[in-house]
């Protein structure tokens, strides 16, 4: 699955290069979007079945997975620049495809030989009923707010620097600031967060209101400062929520189901994702 998440991109930017109708760009976007999903839910299973029985180690490797992820993020804008300054955007497509087909490339063999070493877990529909618990559902609906938010990062900081600033330039900076804070902090809190189903009932409203109130706050003093001073609480509250929601997850399932669980809680974060973005306008985009 992992391997179809490859090339379901690679073939998002095959799409997207010969795009020439809205038909072409929303299959491109829908590949795009599956094939994320399935490489992330499935690489972060891969690392659970690797990890062996070890709660710490299942944590340890999940965490440098999300600080992986979190480098590239944080690095991806500075890669662009120089395209975006000598508007060859087409061009910068064309290197994303080339570098997604070499690295779908280079998968193959390390994705069999690990193949051989654990074995496979295939779907089954009781497995829904394994991963659909009272718990689980108990912790997304407590920690839906602030991880809601705290993906809406490409929403709130532009509106605060371009909207309210007037200072367009300083966006990509903040999103490198973010990408920097979150691969220091990411090692720290994967090894020390180790929150239960109960502690999210007192966590989760301290965590909503740690980065809505803040933004209130920024808004009535608005000034450069201000906006970094939330930049910072925005991402510590982002990656703590991020972290604490992994760890539960494998908490909950401790790799029995593999990518499942975190396709199931990708799903549901999702669905509140969009509802939280479309009331973000309405509430905090004043």
Known sequence: MMLLGCLLDVLAYIFFLSADNYG??????????????????????????????EYSEKTRLLGKYLKVTSMSSMFAPLLVIP????????????VCFAMEAVLFALMVKPFYQIQTLQSLVKFRFGQIREIITKEFLFVHLMLFIPLSIATSFFVIF????????AAPEHSPIALFVNGLMTVSLQSYFSRKINLTAKQTVWVAPLLAIGIIVPWFITLHYISLFSAYVYLVIFTVIEVYALT??????????????????FGASRLLLSIATVVVMNLIPHLFLV
């Open 158 to 165: 532009p509106f605060l620097f371009d909207n309210k600033l």
């Open 244 to 261: 604490a929601m992994a760890n539960l997850l494998v908490k909950f399932d401790n790799g029995t189901n593999r990518g499942f669980i």
């Open 83 to 94: 395209f975006i300054k000598f508007e060859q955007i087409e061009l910068l497509i064309w």
């Open 24 to 53: 072409l760009l929303l299959l491109a976007t829908t590949c795009f979007g599956l094939g994320s999903c399935l490489f992330g839910t499935n690489a972060k299973a891969c690392l659970l079945a690797l990890a062996g029985d």
